[in-house]
């Protein structure tokens, strides 16, 4: 028997084990976040060159890139404002940070978001605070200004709640179709199918898509339809979608799409029903995971550790990236499902 105050020895075995699992759910969060960094970019490109393609100007590339000079910048605003925005053409970084300086200016004067957003932040390709201000310029003029008059109308103020009631009246006498959110509930396709037909029934037949197709074959036909028909560009790839938690931010984006072409009534009982669905306790993502490791590896905190430098702090990711922690790409990009537990923070509304 061991003596008192020794550690048994398999306590190494099962601090080395827990230990391998705390790892492991850590490089979830971290591959997950980039797979959302990953979507967001090709979203985010997608829709920037479907707005200079309005306005004949040429297509961007790289959007961590293509930014950094502040010119192409500088362009994309021109086509929301209507002016002429003077560009310096040096190629310094001087030159750089005083055209980003000046797109952060005209945003300021829109009343545009840009909380922790600076101009060496895009000037050196910060890839977290550059798709951050994209999505500050899409919020603003694709869709708090697309919906602007119909929350104006309603004396609403939250565009995601109107957006979100305008789906759910527009899809109520779809039984299969259910949207609590802008992640989960778009993954099989059902629901892009079932906005499109209960607006323009006459595009497809809905019974065909619902019970024949797979959940990739009917996000391609909705994005299809949708192209063909209405006009709306391919901004969402069906692999992308089709997982157990897409991209928020790229939904928006694309719903809000075909809000603006479809008809947009939203009554106040379609309002009152969206304020009544079940919500999850407004916690930090940083409390939920202390809260999940804890649970997992309490009994192992309590040992003393020598004295020695400080590792490199892990990167903190905003709550988002670790709602979307349910799958991660593998070496052999190959999908592994996470342990259930972990599939919890998918479902945030």
Not at 246 to 272: C, G, H, N
Request: aromatic content about 8%; hydrophobic content about 35%; some cysteine.
């Amino acid at each position: 028997m061991a003596e008192t105050g020794h550690p048994s020895p398999a306590a190494p075995a099962v601090a080395g084990a827990d230990e391998a699992a705390a790892d492991e759910f850590r490089d979830v969060i971290r591959c997950r976040s980039d797979e959302r960094e990953d979507v967001q970019k090709k979203t985010f490109t997608k829709w920037i060159n479907a707005q200079f393609a309005k306005f004949g100007r040429r297509y961007i590339e790289d959007i961590f890139n293509d930014f950094r000079d502040g010119r192409r910048l500088l362009e994309l605003l021109e086509c929301f404002t209507g002016q002429k925005l003077a560009k310096e053409k040096g190629s310094t970084r001087v030159h750089a940070l005083n055209n980003v300086n000046k797109a952060l200016q005209v945003l300021q004067r829109y009343n545009v978001d840009l909380v922790n957003i600076g101009s060496s932040d895009i000037v050196d390709g910060n890839h977290k605070l550059t798709l951050g201000l994209i999505w500050n310029i899409i919020l603003h003029w694709q869709v708090k200004d697309v919906m602007k008059n119909i929350m104006a109308g309603l004396q609403q103020t939250n565009s995601e709640k109107i957006l979100l009631s305008w789906v759910r009246q527009s899809t109520r006498n779809y039984p299969q179709v259910n949207v609590i959110n802008f992640t989960s509930s778009w993954s099989d396709g059902l629901a892009f199918n079932a906005l499109l037909h209960s607006h323009r029934p006459d595009l497809f037949d809905w019974n065909t898509v619902a019970s024949q197709q797979s959940p990739v074959q009917r996000l391609d036909h909705a994005f299809s339809i949708a192209r063909k028909h209405l006009g709306i560009e391919k901004l969402l790839d069906p692999e992308d979608v089709a997982t157990a938690c897409p991209d928020k931010k790229s939904i928006l984006m694309y719903v809000t799409s075909l809000f603006q072409v479809l008809p947009q009534q939203v009554t106040m009982e379609a309002i009152r029903e969206v304020e009544m669905l079940p919500r999850h306790s407004r916690v930090t993502t940083e409390e939920h995971i202390q809260v999940h490791h804890q649970q997992l590896f309490s009994q192992e905190i309590t040992v003393s550790v020598p004295q020695r430098p400080a590792p490199s702090p892990q990167p903190r990711f905003k709550s988002y990236a670790y709602t979307q922690a349910v799958y991660v790409t593998s070496p052999d990009q190959k999908r592994r499902q996470v342990p259930p537990q972990v599939c919890q923070y998918c479902h945030f509304f």
